[in-house]
């Protein structure tokens, strides 16, 4: 584990109870009952507008605020509309990318600094502002939204099902879609990439296969508050990674244009086991695999360009396997 990560951990485990993950425990049972009926079901894409308002200069590019009416279910009112940013160059790009949201990750301001490496490429950036995250919180003051185990399958469904249909419109634009992603991001972008109906480019960095890696691995489960869902027992233990378990890439039989992806992912990284992304990777015969000597946080805020280089090789390797 490098040593940035150890701070994290050593931080996360004196987290107060009234902001460690889970909080207030399960949630509404209904809706966890609902969540195992769907997890391993592609959703349908609806043929969503993207309604394009407030428009703006960002150093040379271009930031188009958009909304979108989301066709999740379960979500808070305060969830409505769903929200997204393209940002791109002035003259706009046959390529773009739906960059997927990390854990906790509010806002657009972390994935703009992506964005602005990859719009030299010719790669246009859609950031997703994930349900209740961002200005799509229930509580605006709540940075840490994501209260019981229920709020989570919802988000997560969620910016599935909201990723799968930005990237669709993307498409009727006449743009190569693409999907990428940091950490939860990561995975979120690889089941997006998975469920895709459509050739698309697929770069998930630090994303494991299922949330049950990171979650019961990695140095987050120091955070979790068992207490609140049942002790930290055996059985608690269980039941968690049952449920996260339920939710895993490695259950959807890969499409052809999987075999283009690029992951990218440290040695060293103390929140998402290698094991978990190695699995991934595996089960996309022909994925490119591509280490940094890092751990989850350098990757993530000195190895941005390596990031954006996965994305750019992931389209590249996209357009050599369609003209094959």
């Known amino acids: 584990m490098q040593w940035l990560d150890r701070v994290s951990a050593a931080m996360l485990a004196r987290t107060p109870p009234q902001r460690q993950v889970f909080r207030d ?8 009952d609902w969540y195992a009926s769907i997890v391993r079901e592609p959703p349908e894409i609806p043929e969503v507008a993207l309604r394009a308002g407030a428009r703006h200069r960002l150093d040379g590019l271009v930031a188009t605020d958009l ?3 989301t066709p999740a279910l ?9 929200r997204a940013r393209v940002i791109e160059p002035p003259d706009g790009a046959e390529r773009a990318c739906v960059l997927m949201a990390a854990w906790n990750e509010h806002g657009y301001d972390a994935r703009t600094r ?23 919180r229930a509580d605006p003051g709540d940075d840490r939204p994501l209260a019981t185990v229920a709020d989570f399958a919802v988000m997560g469904r969620a910016a599935v099902v909201e990723g799968l249909t930005v990237l669709a419109a993307v498409r009727r634009e006449g743009r190569t879609p693409g999907v990428a992603g940091f950490s939860m991001g990561g995975n979120m972008a690889a089941f997006v990439g998975a469920m895709a109906p459509f050739p698309t480019a697929i770069s998930p960095a630090a994303g494991s296969h299922s949330p049950a890696p990171p979650f ?18 055996p059985d608690t233990r269980e039941r968690l990674r049952g449920f996260f378990r339920s939710a895993s890439v490695l259950d959807h039989d890969p499409p052809p244009h999987t075999a283009a992806a690029v992951m990218v992912a440290g040695t060293i990284d103390g929140f998402v086991p290698t094991s978990a992304v190695l699995a991934l990777h595996r089960h996309w015969p022909g994925s490119k ?5 890092a751990g989850h946080a350098t990757l993530l805020w000195r190895n941005k ?3 954006a280089d996965g994305i750019v090789q992931s389209f590249d390797r996209l357009a050599a396997l369609d003209g094959a």
């Open 74 to 82: 379960h979500l808070p009112a305060a969830a409505h509309p769903g």
């Open 114 to 136: 992506l964005a602005r490496l990859l719009a030299p490429h010719g790669i246009a950036s859609v950031i997703l502002e994930n349900p209740h995250y961002g200005a799509r």
């Open 216 to 233: 019961l691995q990695g140095v987050i489960r120091t955070a979790i508050a068992w207490d609140a869902l049942g002790g930290d027992d």
């Open 289 to 293: 695999m591509e280490w940094v000597n």
């Open 67 to 69: 909304t979108f009416d």
């Open 305 to 307: 360009d390596r990031m």
């Open 25 to 32: 425990g399960w949630g509404d049972p209904d809706v966890l």
